[in-house]
């Protein structure tokens, strides 16, 4: 009997050892919920931007920020702010300098202030495809140009499209470059964007993305170079009477981290962070081109603005009168980032 209540009670002693053995395996295996610490406990990135969320850049940041969250169980939390809301046009590159924010992808023309040489993806007819510009920008040429802003408290980990170019006017159709000539243009920071518009005749306003409808409404601008994304998300086309089809020139954002932020990371969610970003940039260059071809289709079958379609001779005239923007761009600067160029390569 007395051996029958020793062996009982090993018994018990197993059971308990392996149940709690079991209860030790299981919390080490379950992934820990992050969400439930305070921000000061998790890492916050602060995302400004200024398009809608219904943009490649605003479908990207959205993505960016879920699957984050989820790769990292909430332990990284970035909160998106998109139209302007929480910084303007003109006053984002500065929260980010100053790591109010820790994160921003503006366009790369409005990084011309900072690093002037990078206005090369401004030039006109510098890439023929999104492969072209996507190349270039991993190329040693592409990665000098943003290695240029490390000294800006600024590092740039991705490339993300918007996509190729078009124009917009209210006045007459835009068929030859010379339909230009006196026409009032809005554009973005960019030295080269100015010298491509006075070539052909036209003058340039300086005005921020999100004030641009104001300004078509109130008739201060004639007219507009933007990605089809951007120029539908604003309404734009409710604005202006004619569209060009020219894919004339490259719009693109650079992800940019606050330096000082992305050096105080640990080396495990930096490589995190990098891993999600290339996830990303990869489904944002496929997002962007769908989309664009998605608005060319509504635009067309709304038969609400006139239609105008650049064919390959038409572009290559265009692309010879544009010719005194490189020479522009040549004497200014680099040759480097010229000759790197893949029309200049091959």
């Not at 100053?98 to 366009?107: E, H, S």
């Amino acid at each position: 009997m007395k051996k029958l209540q020793i062996i009982a009670r090993l018994s018990i002693l197993l059971v308990i050892f392996l149940v709690l053995n079991a209860c030790q395996t299981a919390s080490e295996n379950y992934p820990i919920d992050y969400e439930q610490l305070s921000e000061d406990e998790r890492i916050v990135i602060r995302f400004s931007h200024v398009v809608g969320e219904d943009t490649p850049k605003g479908m990207a940041a959205r993505k960016f920020a879920e699957l984050l969250k989820e790769r990292s169980n909430g332990f990284i939390e970035v909160q998106v702010f998109s139209n302007g809301k929480l910084y303007k046009d003109g006053e984002e590159m500065e929260a980010l300098q100053r790591g109010d924010v820790q994160m921003i992808a503006p366009a790369t023309s409005k990084l011309t202030k900072l690093i002037p040489e990078i206005a090369i993806y401004d030039l006109p007819f510098a890439f023929r495809s999104y492969d072209e510009i996507h190349e270039y920008s991993k190329s040693s040429a592409g990665r000098h140009l943003v290695d240029k802003l490390e000294a800006h408290n600024l590092i740039a980990l991705s490339i993300w499209d918007s996509g190729f170019k078009q124009l917009s006017n209210n006045v007459r159709p835009i068929t030859h470059y010379s339909d230009l000539k006196g026409l009032q243009m809005r554009i973005m920071p960019s030295d080269i964007l100015h010298k491509q518009f006075t070539t052909v005749g036209s003058s340039t306003k300086l005005i921020d993305f999100n004030n641009v409808f104001n300004e078509l409404q109130k008739s201060t601008i004639d007219g507009q170079e933007n990605t089809l994304s951007n120029f539908t998300s604003k309404s734009m086309y409710t604005l202006q009477n004619y569209l060009t089809i020219s894919n004339h020139g490259y719009l693109g954002y650079f992800v940019l981290f606050n330096l000082e932020f992305w050096n105080s990371l640990s080396p495990d969610v930096k490589l995190l962070i990098h891993e999600v970003l290339v996830e990303v940039e990869q489904w944002e260059w496929a997002a962007a081109e769908k989309l664009n071809k998605e608005k060319l289709n509504e635009i067309e079958e709304c038969q609400c603005i006139d239609i105008e379609y650049l064919d390959e001779g038409s572009m290559e005239e265009w692309e010879q009168a544009m010719l005194p923007v490189y020479d522009y761009y040549r004497a200014k600067y680099s040759n480097y980032y010229l000759n790197s160029l893949p029309k200049f390569e091959n």
